[in-house]
């Protein structure tokens, strides 16, 4: 019988799903709206994936093992690469007239990204509930940005938007679960030095996402008030951090 981690896990994943629709389904009915409060969103969860991957995934990975700093490196580079051959065929191809070709690119590449998604949240829930949750808040936070994002960019391949939203649902949205629930099984029996290098790399991939990835979009959009919300998210990180420590304490 699957553990109860594993059902969170999944709830995670399928979560993440949702957020994902509710972005897509945000941008093809209220583009205006989508596109000027987006960006609190992405300042919102890069605070919290940046707070919570340097105060509790990186200390919870090294005292599973002190050599998982080594994965650090691992994970952000891995997820850089990833989403690098993910903006190159997103943006490097402006011709017209490959419609299909295009959209069949991006499937591919924000699919394995969103698989990616979901692997972590079996690493996180099989560390423990704690860390699965707070390191779910964040990730699923970006995943309503990250919808309305992967639905331009779809539709700028020169696909309806009905096909953009159908295609961006499938790559970006229900492989997330997918993801988890097909890794799971393998990652829900590992324990010790091993899941210790799991997180440690999850935690660079999630550094990367809030860092690398989140800050600079939120920044290219030249809203005065979106530090508001960067700081926002590191606060309820560490308030979180803090209240769990404490009740430890």
């Known amino acids: 019988m699957p553990s109860s981690a594993f059902f969170l896990a999944l709830g995670a994943g399928s979560t993440a799903c949702i957020a994902t629709t509710m ?11 989508a596109r000027r409060h987006a960006v609190y969103f992405m300042g919102f969860a890069s605070g919290m ?45 402006e011709s017209h007239g490959v419609e299909y070709a295009t959209g069949i690119l991006l499937m591919v590449g924000i699919g394995i990204h969103s698989v990616i998604d979901g692997v972590m949240y079996s690493i996180t829930f099989t560390v423990g ?23 331009v960019a ?13 295609y961006a649902f499938l790559a970006a949205g229900l492989t ?32 990367y996402v809030g860092a690398s990835h989140l800050l600079p979009s939120m920044e290219r959009e030249d809203k005065p008030w979106a530090i508001l919300s960067l700081l926002a998210g590191v606060l309820t990180a560490t308030a979180i951090i803090l209240t769990k420590h404490g009740g430890h304490g």
């Open 23 to 33: 972005g897509i389904l945000i941008i093809s009915r209220y583009q205006e709206w």
């Open 129 to 151: 509930t704690f860390t699965g949750v707070i390191a779910a808040v964040g990730m699923i936070l970006h995943e309503l940005p990250e919808g309305i994002v992967t639905f």
């Open 176 to 207: 997330t679960p997918v993801g988890t629930a097909f890794s799971y099984p393998f990652i829900g029996t590992i324990t010790g030095a091993p899941l210790g290098f799991l997180l440690a790399a999850t935690a660079g991939g999630l550094l």
């Open 49 to 93: 994936l940046v707070a919570v991957s340097l105060m509790h995934l990186i200390p919870r990975s090294l005292s599973l093992s002190p050599h998982a700093s080594f994965f650090l490196p691992a994970g952000f580079i891995g997820l850089y690469l990833v989403n690098r051959l993910l903006h190159l065929y997103i943006c490097h191809d």
């Open 154 to 166: 779809l539709e700028r391949g020169e696909l309806s938007s009905k096909k953009a939203a159908a």
